[in-house]
Each structure stands twice: as structure tokens, then as C-alpha cells.
């Protein structure tokens, strides 16, 4: 998701977004869990987004931070807040 994202044309203009981008994704990766969740959530309207609150409930996460609020319309779901980058 990180990586078809950073490639959005509104973050060109931004200096060496790109490069600093690829470069902090392989940074999470060799510092996170894998998790697989072991249900399918149907809540979001963008259904594609599920998939973000299926893993924050399978990892128990404290947090799920996206500037996606327009599909992410609540502050919290279970045990997760859900807050913008700014915050």
C-alpha cells in the first residue's frame, strides 16, 4: 500500500520524497511482524480499506495512523485510535 501510494503525483513536488519514502519502507520491514489476520472485516466503505482495521485488531495495535480520513471516518475502532499523521 506504502509503495503505490508514495507514488502519487501530488508528493513529487516534495524533495526527495521518493527516495526517503523507499528508503523508510525498507527500514519498517526489517524492523516489523508479519500478521495475517484470521478474519474478514466488511465496515469501511472503501472495502479495500478493511484491511487495515483486520490488522490492527489481529496485532492489538494502539494506533492505525492515516491521512485517509474521508474512509476512515471514526476515531477509534476496538482498542485502535485512528489518527492523521499531524497528530
Known amino acids: 500500500e506504502y509503495q503505490h501510494t508514495i507514488g502519487y503525483s501530488k508528493f513529487q513536488s516534495i524533495p526527495r520524497f521518493h527516495e526517503r519514502s523507499k528508503q523508510l519502507i525498507i527500514d519498517l520491514k526489517s524492523i516489523s ?3 495475517n489476520p ?3 472485516l466488511e ?3 472503501d472495502k479495500d480499506d478493511n484491511k487495515f482495521l483486520e490488522l490492527a ?3 492489538q495495535a494502539d494506533f492505525l ?3 485517509n480520513s474521508k474512509h476512515f471516518p471514526f476515531s ?3 482498542n485502535t485510535q485512528i489518527l492523521s499523521p499531524e497528530k
Open 76 to 78: 477509534k475502532f476496538e
Open 33 to 35: 511482524i508479519i500478521r
Open 38 to 40: 484470521q478474519f474478514v
Open 43 to 45: 465496515i469501511l466503505a
Open 57 to 59: 485488531l489481529s496485532a
Open 65 to 67: 495512523i492515516t491521512g
